[in-house]
């Protein structure tokens, strides 16, 4: 398995929802990440993940909650968005993290907050 | 803080023709990874091509290749016998520890 699987592929929530987002792996990869990509922009990130704990949260507010139950499994909560974090969530992942082999991605969550 | 900067919004390249994106960097390190990542329409990020900053020989993948300058601090991606299902947008990435910083992109547009 060389995939990154990401689930849903969309999803449309109201501001007062709350909704998860998962992402799995089952490459042995130990560190997982994160990216949140508007429309025609460069993904940025948000979450690391290494050997399943929290390494680097870049100032991500706290209507994002991240969550790694094993080291196959990444999840992202979300609770009282906004319109403006309607965008392409990414997932990924690497061996170790110092992803020297760089990241495999998955194909996204296309994120609609109305 | 590393930058990555790609200086062409949008490239055109005929079908079979050869086309170059261009890509600079900003670091004070000295062992670090660049990488070549490809998106379509379809969303994901697909890695084309590495580059170890220690290797002074130029990393080849199949049709694309890149010319790696370390002292110019540049890293450009030619492809070659460029085909339709290349049309994508196109990130320069940087790695020197834990995580990837990403270029602007280039969208490349195919024409048949």
């Known amino acids: 398995d060389t995939e990154v699987t990401q689930t849903p592929k969309h999803l449309v929530m109201g501001m007062t929802n709350k909704k998860s987002l998962k992402c799995e792996q089952h490459?042995?990869?130990?560190?997982m990440y994160w990216y949140k990509q508007k429309a025609k922009k460069p993904p940025e990130l948000m979450f690391v993940?290494?050997?399943?704990?929290?390494?680097i949260n870049e100032s991500v507010p706290s209507r994002f909650s991240p969550e790694c139950p094993n080291s196959s499994l990444l999840n992202l909560h979300l609770h009282a968005l906004q319109p403006e974090d309607s965008a392409l969530y990414l997932c990924?992942?690497?061996?170790?993290?110092?992803?020297?082999?760089?990241?495999?991605f998955g194909s996204g969550t296309r994120l609609t907050v109305v | 803080a590393q930058t990555v900067t790609q200086s062409q919004p949008e490239m055109s390249v005929q079908e079979a023709e050869t086309v170059t994106l261009s890509c600079t960097y900003d670091?004070?390190?000295?062992?670090?990874?660049l990488f070549w990542y490809k998106q379509p329409p379809s969303r994901q990020m697909i890695l084309v091509i590495r580059?170890?900053?220690?290797?002074?020989q130029n990393a080849t993948e199949n049709r694309f290749s890149v010319n790696f300058q370390k002292a110019a601090k540049s890293f450009s991606l030619k492809i070659s016998d460029s085909q339709l299902g290349d049309a994508a947008m196109y990130f320069c990435?940087?790695?020197?520890?834990?995580?990837?910083?990403f270029g602007g992109g280039t969208r490349l547009m195919v024409k048949p």
């Open positions: 580059q170890e900053a220690y290797k002074q």
């Open positions: 490459m042995g990869h130990r560190a």
């Open positions: 993940y290494s050997y399943e704990k929290l390494s």
């Open positions: 990435a940087y790695n020197a520890g834990n995580m990837l910083t």
């Open positions: 670091t004070s390190e000295s062992d670090y990874y």
């Open positions: 990924a992942s690497s061996q170790d993290p110092r992803a020297n082999k760089g990241y495999t």
